[in-house]
């Protein structure tokens, strides 16, 4: 396609003459693009003088495919010898800035593709002036250990591009952007000085020759002040001097400036390598809300400083940085990048339009806003593209006069200035409103807003709370009291939400950022004051994992649970970002945390029933198991080598295995493996087989058990393992076969029944499920096995006997009474049935249990349990009806359907006492196939 048949606009001459002028030079020319040569020519004084000097060129460049132009012209400039580039680089940016700009005023080219071909002629111009510069100083050995042969690479030196060049995204007379590094590893420490001289000279020598004004024009003005400390450090620094400063005194403006860093130039893998080493300074783990203050910040100073204050007048309003401009919608996005960016990667984008894009599509703003904001800032763009056409002038400023103005709106196509004028009024002022509805300071949603709420005593201690030491922390706090204070005050027992709040503020370390989450969604803070007025324990919890409140608002938190399979996926991938064996343990940590704390505030809330909790608690265990196992066994391989035969399983065993855990329950774990066909491992330090799956084991209990800075994930229990505390850590598949057909205790095969495989080798899981079926299908003594349970029993209630009506697990007739029965009917019958419920019914169809009293001990456990899920997840110690708040009163009334706590201590002790009847009655009876036989 050729320039002309690509034409979907045209500017109008202001200045007639000009424009008929170059008009005729371009005769041959087809009539379209005649008249936008005139329409640019009578506009622009500059790109009139361009066509002078490029006329042959132009002719030929508009009669090609405008796709193939600027690559032309780039290929034709690489093939320069370094002497000849100081004006070959002039030439070829008089060309390109002609071009663009026509394509830019033709419409031949959208903003992406005219900010794109600037951004790529940039590119390759700073490399080439980079390599230039460097070229005779590595010919004369000024870079220790490095020859010409490594002039590719720039001995390690890499160009970043920061701001508008970085994001892809110059505009038509930009300066552009860059912080100069060089790869510190690639010298000795006694060639260091040496290398970092010749850099440092090398930068001088090219910012010289892309920024000097000869007869032929400039090349780029350049701009290296965004470096770290720019008033003291050298024009170029090692790596490692940048990630030290980043590291400790890095400000909120830098991280927002390297969300568009890239490099452009020289060492571009090194230069890569740079900014993931720095991701974890740009991109926070936990939602930044604490940035839009900062932003804030900034947009105020800058203000100040430029005195760019609403005068609401256009005459010389800068465009870019004014009330409206497009700096508001780059604040705007890069602030919402830099919040959410650090847990979702998909969110890291340099580009402004991908940015709101992105932001839309993952919920962060609203899709009618980010569609606003596209539109103004293509369209701000351009006409800051046509206000610096006219002069090529590094300007943002609208014109001061009436004849300014009609010029620029001739250059855009538009022959009604008054109408122009609006439009771009209209623009300003609805960016300005969008934007400072998200910036301005002050507390959004909240309750108390225009009425005082008495602050209590215990208010008055709140500031000596370590989240409160800072002045920042206290200035945001003081805007969040009044609300928080005021729903306080409408919960249930208003004393016992206010003193389980403190609780939880007392508990945190540190109240930047999560007040400034509280501050930013209103919904957060409504759903912390549910928590305190109903749950104490976790309101502790959180104080002690606040970050788990940035999944709240991450935009699928109340959606319905995923499932198993997506869960394995998330976790997975991650894992599979996180890094080293140190950052996945981490991650794991973080991302349990994430969907422990979410299963437990939609079981608070009524979303899901204490039985779906409780396998949402099982399915996030099994994730975290399955998603570790791998990458502890490849940690402990680095150093011993794979393991030998083939693998081992975790076998999940008690409620585990059944699926259904509550909020704090242990994980029951035992370890078999199959090595078989192997002695020993085979890595650098090589352990016997037994060796080897006893210390993978301990490997597995560190990795799930062991403290980190995130904290831990589970407790783990082992004593089921064949032979309890005094068997090996893991057992061999042929001894666990052995043992549980040959030695076993009628308790170990009680167990048993509710052993499932879970992670590791699957075939090696297939086999320990053909053991347990085989085991539990065995013939048996049932008069055995019933004698055994009694004394089992009976050994349960002499260790621990009920601890208060609401004590449901322990005594007669609790869950452990329960499930000690039910697990006998699977064991008699042969079941595989792993849970409490299914498990009675199979006592039911041998007959041994009536399908009434299956019934009854089924309807008394399900009750029990959803007492103990919802204590284990509201308080830290046990339910006692005398001590109970309110809020905790409430839930459990609605999770069991009673109307009052008397009430359930009534229906628990009834259910209770009947169900202990039932047990007594059964344990002393054979099951129907058996009797005749023991008679």
Known sequence: MSFAR???????????????????????????????????????????????????????????????????????????????????????????????????????WTLEQVTGGLTDFADLSVDLAMKASMASELRRGKFPGQGEEDLGTAAGMVALAMGKMGAGELNYSSDIDLIMLFDDTR?????????????????????????????????????????????????????EAAERYYESVGRTWERAAHIKARPCG????????????????????????????????MRLKIKEHKGL????????????????????????????????????????????????????????????????????????????????????????????????????????????????????????????????????PGLKGAKGEGETVEEPEIVSRWRHYPALRSERAQEIFERLKPDLLARLNEAPRPDEALTAFDGFLSGLPAGVQLFSLFEANPNLRALIVDIASTAPALASYLSKNSGVLDAVIGGSFFEPWPGSAKLARSLSDRLEAAGDYEQQLDAARRWQKDWHFRAGVHHLRGIVDASEAGRQFADVAEAVLCGLMPRIVENFARRHGRPPGRGGVAVAMGSLGAHWINARSDLDLIMIYDAEQADTSDGPRPLPATTYYARLTKAILTALTAPTAEGRLYEVDMRLRPSGKQGPVATSLSAFDSYQHKEAWTWEHLALTRARPMAGNAAVGEEVERIRLSVLGAKRDAGKVLEDVRDMRRRLAEAKGQQGPLDVKTGPGGMQDIELVAQAGALLSGARARRTVAQLQAGARLGWLT????????????????????????????????????????????????ESVEALTAALAEKRSAAAGIIDATLERLPPDTAEGAA
């Open 6 to 108: 690509a034409i979907t606009r045209s500017p109008i001459p202001f200045d007639a003459a000009a424009g008929a002028d170059a008009a005729a030079r371009f005769a041959a020319l087809p009539a379209e693009t005649r008249e936008v040569l005139a329409g640019a020519a009578g506009c622009s004084s500059f790109l009139r003088g361009l066509m002078e000097k490029e006329t042959g060129w132009l002719e030929a460049a508009l009669a090609a495919d405008p796709a193939s132009v600027l690559e032309a012209e780039f290929e034709a400039l690489r093939q320069v010898e370094w002497t000849a580039l100081k004006g070959a680089l002039r030439q070829a940016k008089r060309r390109v800035a002609l071009y663009v700009g026509l394509a830019d005023l033709a419409g031949v």
């Open 187 to 239: 010298f000795s420490d006694d060639d260091y000085q040496e290398a970092r001289a010749a850099f440092i000279k090398a930068t001088r020598r090219m910012t010289a020759l892309l920024s000097e004004i000869t007869g032929d024009g400039y090349v780029w003005r350049t701009d290296l002040r965004l470096r770290p400390d720019p008033s003291v450090t050298p024009v170029c620094l090692s790596m």
């Open 266 to 297: 020289g060492d571009i893998a090194a230069g890569e390598a740079y900014l993931e080493r720095l991701r974890p300074f740009i991109w926070r783990r936990h939602l930044d809300f604490a940035a839009i203050q900062d932003a804030h910040d």
């Open 309 to 440: 204050h609403e005068t609401g007048c256009l005459e010389g309003r800068n465009l870019k940085l004014g009330p409206g401009g497009i700096r508001e919608i780059e604040f705007f996005t890069q602030t919402r990048q830099i919040i959410a960016g650090g847990r979702d990667p998909s969110l890291r984008v340099r580009a402004t339009v991908p940015a709101l894009r992105r932001l839309a599509e993952t919920g962060w703003i609203p899709a009618d806003l980010a569609e606003r904001f596209t539109g103004h800032y293509r369209a701000l763009r351009e006409l800051e593209h046509r206000v610096q056409m006219v002069a090529d002038a590094r300007t943002h400023a609208l014109p001061s006069s009436d004849e300014g103005f009609d010029r620029i709106a001739r250059m855009c196509g538009e022959g009604d200035t008054a109408r122009f004028r609006r439009e771009i009024s209209d623009r300003l002022a609805e960016v300005r409103a969008d934007a400072e509805s998200f910036f301005a």
């Open 851 to 898: 399908r009434e009293e299956a019934e009854q001990l089924a309807a008394a456990y399900r009750l029990a349990r959803s007492v103990q899920s919802v204590g284990r997840l509201i308080l830290e110690g046990p339910l006692d009806p005398e001590t109970l708040g309110q809020g905790c009163c409430e839930v459990l009334l609605r999770e069991t359907g009673l």
